[in-house]
């Protein structure tokens, strides 16, 4: 059974940067799309950022672009999101999704969100002014 657990959150000003984690526990294989999404309070879920667990072409939201950056390490099963210049619109509880089996397109239509089996129970990022 694949559990992905978020860390990293945390309080910040704006400006500031924040590195968030997710490790990943149980088999789990490269090629499989995994990505980091937001949701603050009373708005929907927002895709961030997307990347191919063992690969390096990562897909951003416009908010994110320029900003923050996705990356992975298949070797020790975590994958990172590092956030910089960070804004209070960017307050959001975290979260990391990965799907159930490789090979699955994997490029900026995935930031909707649908159709990923494995969620954390995300980290909270809070921005002030």
């Known amino acids: 059974q694949v559990q992905l657990v978020e860390s990293g959150g945390g309080s910040v000003q704006a400006g500031g940067s924040l590195r968030l984690s997710c490790a990943v526990s149980?088999?789990?294989?490269?090629?499989?799309?995994m990505g980091w999404f937001r949701q603050a309070p009373g708005k929907e879920r927002e895709g961030v950022a997307i990347i191919r667990f063992g690969a390096t072409t990562p897909y951003y939201a416009d908010s994110a672009k320029g900003r923050f950056a996705i990356s992975q390490d298949n070797g020790k099963q975590m994958m990172y999101l590092v956030m910089g210049s960070l804004k209070p619109e960017d307050t959001a509880m975290y979260y990391c999704?990965?799907?159930?089996?490789?090979?699955?397109?994997?490029?900026?239509?995935?930031?909707?969100?649908?159709?990923?089996?494995?969620w954390g129970q995300g980290t909270q990022v809070t921005v002030s002014s």
């Open positions: 149980g088999a789990f294989y490269t090629g499989r799309c």
């Open positions: 999704a990965a799907d159930r089996f490789p090979g699955a397109l994997c490029g900026v239509t995935r930031l909707a969100g649908a159709d990923f089996s494995y």
